[in-house]
């Protein structure tokens, strides 16, 4: 979907990878204006996830390692609201497009900056994977068996984590220049600190009670609740058994009224003293139903327990299905194929459908033929001396 | 410096645990004045439970993560259940310019708070409604959290060790976080539409909506392939080595993770830790050889780490230029030097629990730096304050509003209330 509560944002996109497209999709979805501007070779890789993580966009080429690439990004620069990017700190002003001359140039721009570590600091510039980030940020420490090493957790989540964060910071900027400074600012964004950011169980909790939150095996933790992940007859099931009249309710699905009273677990604080005994009881009874049995059961008495779906079986939920989720696009790379949808449904106005993302250079004409220092006709010649690439005609 | 909203947006919070109250935090940080309702009854469940201390030591205060979420806000105590604290409700809607819920669907509609009531109240707000699945939808009544949004939207299925069957549910019930973020972008996506045509409106975000998209990458994969995509536990299938190991030291949390993303970067792994002999072993001499035999260089690597400490260790693989990161336990992460280098950790003291560092803003705005220092507040610590400057009442009104049950600053355990 593309909703139109951004369009009267313009965005320029020098971003790549996940973190830095998926805040400029964002934008994008919501209305913004979003050029993305790639070199002439492409976004390096241009994998799968392109098509979708630059839905809505119009895509242009430029070298801006060659000085006619460098002149007219200014010219895309003059007229924008944002520049989103994710290099490596310093690599903008390496590209003659140091941040605070870009603010001072353009006064009502503003710069978003996604990095790993931030754009200042002893390892600004360092190096980082999922694998890396997931561990330095605090998230892979609590998951696992007790007898094997902590698991990092799947995909490229905390990627996405910091573009959320980006788009979020994008909109602080245009709130702050349309009502406060009426100015445009740089925004900086770690990684890893966006990482840090969603783990306050561990940072906060640690310096109040001084407990070092282990790996708890199928168990989320042990705590005055039961959030486990539980093998069923036929798969897993995932339970989130935290208030009062939830535990209730699970005694009322396992047909185990006395556990109620059952002085072992009849308080908050018991369920987690007893939090083994508890597990015990829950397990057996989970090995011996089906996991829809379950959600259906469970779900009927207000418990949060749900089957644990494969990806398959999420494209396949009745529930996304019901609400038209997934999104079907014909892709110029993969072909027609679905795609997550926008997650928020605003109700002001009714969206269109999703623009695919774009072939490699696909709105050269478009976006940078109207330049004043281009023109139709020097499009030919930008790309004869290798500035652009893709569809000049 | 001057904040973004310099608390010229008021905002109307009304969620509970993490994803709601996340979002109205941010705000708080950029400036707006967020007003956060509870009931002394149904009091925000992330406070947790009267059961785990006696009175005295007030348990519901000395919640990490409600500490956390609520940071920047003015509390205020409303009983929802009665139709005096609905009305307020409604006053204090009148006066906002955002409302924040994350009910499950049908509680907001038997309070009788639905926006089609409190649009005309106010044209101007926003309401944004964070349900687990979504209104709409047969599961529009099933019940979730952090880690059963985080389920159903495939994540927990696909954290799993590469030799095992068993699925993990995440450290940090990502399904909450990821929903406060999008709700705020949201926010503010309708705050940014109202300037152009003067108009609120009603954002529905079904959390586990917000999230699916994280795994965007796998389910194309699965419908190129045709193949569900295999967990990968702590490898990856484009690298190795690619895992966890664990280092010397006298207690058992040294644990490395690290990364060859090159047959250059492997030798360069290889020789850092002094492992010359497998830098040219013919098993690991490029990416393929090393995957087919992952077993066997997992063990050296295991056999080699566990006599080499841990700080030892990710100093001579950075200075090696090898991908690498201690597994950081909540202490480490408190401990990081980036982290500390940059002031990441901001102290906020906060009333029965004093001063603790809590994470700070993660936008770092080179002009309009976010508001931090004000700490969650107590049960019912703004009543006076709101209900008097906002409302304009009386004395004698908050007295007897407070003598009615209808406000105030005890809680009160709902199985023992009449």
Redesign the interface.
Known sequence: MR????N??KVVDLTHFIAGP?ATK?LAD??AKVIKVEPPAGEGGRG??F???NTNKLGVTLDLKHPRGRALIRELLADADLLVENFAPGTLARLGLEPSELLETFPRLSLVSISN????????G????D???????????????RD??????????AQ??GG??G???A??????R????H?G??????L???T??????????????GI??ERAG?R?AVG?FL???L?CRDG?A?L?C???KQFQGLCDLMQRPDLKTDDRFN???KRMVSNDALLEIVAGFFLEHDRRWLYREG?AR?????P????????E????R??D?FETIDDPA?GR?????A??????HRPDATRPAPRLGQHNREVLGALPGVGADGLATLERSGVIAGASA | MTTIFQKKIRVLDLSMGWAGPLAGQMLAEMGAQVIKVEDTHYFDWWRGSLSMAPPEVQPIERAATFNTANRGKLGVTLDLLNPRGIDLVKRIVAHSDILIENYSPGVMERFGLTYEILAPLNPRLIMISMPSFGYGGPETFSRGYGNTVEAMAGITGLARYHDSDQPYTLSNALGDPVGGLTGTFGILAALHERETTGRGQWIELAQVEGVIPLLAGQILEYQLTGKVPAPRGNRHPDFAPHGIFRCAGGEEHAWLALAAHSDDQWRALARALGLERLATDPRFIDLASRKANEDALDAELTRALATVPIDEAVSRLRAAGVDTAPVNSAPAVLGDAQLQDRGYFVPIDRAVVGTHLYPGAVARMSATPAAQEAPAPLLGEHNAEVFRELLGMTEAELAELESAGVIGTAPRDYRKAS
Do not use: C
């Open positions: 909703y139109h509560a951004l009267d944002i998926y964002l919501y209305g799968p996830l098509a979708f993580l570590f931030g754009q200042d600091g002893a390892e600004s360092g190096m980082l994977s694998l890396t980030l997931f561990a330095r940020g605090g998230w892979t420490f609590p998951i696992g068996e094997r090493a902590p698991l990092t957790p799947p995909g490229s989540l996405y984590v959320l964060y788009a979020v910071g909109m602080q900027a245009i709130f702050a349309d009502l406060t400074t100015r600012q740089h925004v900086d964004i770690s890893l600190e966006a840090v950011a969603t783990m306050i169980y561990e940072t906060v909790a640690f310096q109040y009670n070092l939150r199928r989320f005055p959030i486990v992940t093998k897993y995932g989130q935290v208030t009062d308080t908050a604080l779900q207000a418990i949060p327990l749900v644990v779906p494969s990806v398959a079986e999420v494209l939920w009745e529930q996304t019901a609400r989720y993969l194929i679905r795609i997550p949808g997650p928020l449904r605003m109700h002001s």
